[in-house]
């Protein structure tokens, strides 16, 4: 393969390159030229406490995602989120049973700013997540669990990312 045959592909990715820094294209969690890291901001937000177990994971999550290295700020927000959870079961089989179970996640959520406890961003999150039912009772059990988990990661990240968003356009 010769130097020339790879120049056009070069030069389109220099051309892209281009094209972003001049459209105002910056990283919403590293470092900008002039307003800093996001990261302190999202320290900021206190997590409140969610009610049951699958609350308690969402709270670990998010307070791990907006405040990774535990560093101390002064609590500025409050996130406070509710969920609500439903388990489908689908497909029926000749017997009766379900062939497949959905478990959907939904999180309705607020951020408070905390000096005046005026809203200052509200959302609504949710994931869907499937397993299929099998004739294993365990499986089941472990299928359920970790698509249970997998919906609280989805949810979690997204909210974290409308979070960093805020943060990102008010500065």
Not at 31 to 49: H, R
Not at 100 to 122: F, G, M, P
């Amino acid at each position: 393969m010769s130097w020339f045959s790879l120049a056009p592909r070069g030069a389109a990715a220099l051309c892209l390159l281009a094209a972003l820094a001049g459209c105002g294209f910056h990283p919403l969690y590293g470092e900008t030229g002039d307003k800093g890291s996001i990261n302190p901001q999202l320290a900021t937000v206190y997590v409140a406490q969610i009610k049951d177990r699958t609350g308690q994971e969402m709270t670990n999550n998010l307070r791990d995602a907006l405040n990774p290295h535990a560093v101390r700020a002064e609590h500025l927000y409050q996130l406070e989120v509710g969920l609500v959870q439903h388990t489908y079961n689908l497909m029926g089989r000749e017997d009766g049973s379900a062939a497949r179970t959905d478990i959907a996640l939904e999180a309705n959520w607020v951020l408070r700013r905390l000096s005046d406890n005026v809203v200052v961003l509200h959302g609504y999150s949710k994931s869907l997540t499937g397993y299929d039912v099998l004739t294993n009772e365990y499986a089941n059990i472990v299928s359920g669990k970790s698509d249970l988990t997998r919906a609280v990661r989805d949810v979690s990240e997204d909210i974290e990312s409308r979070l960093a968003q805020y943060f990102r356009d008010a500065a």
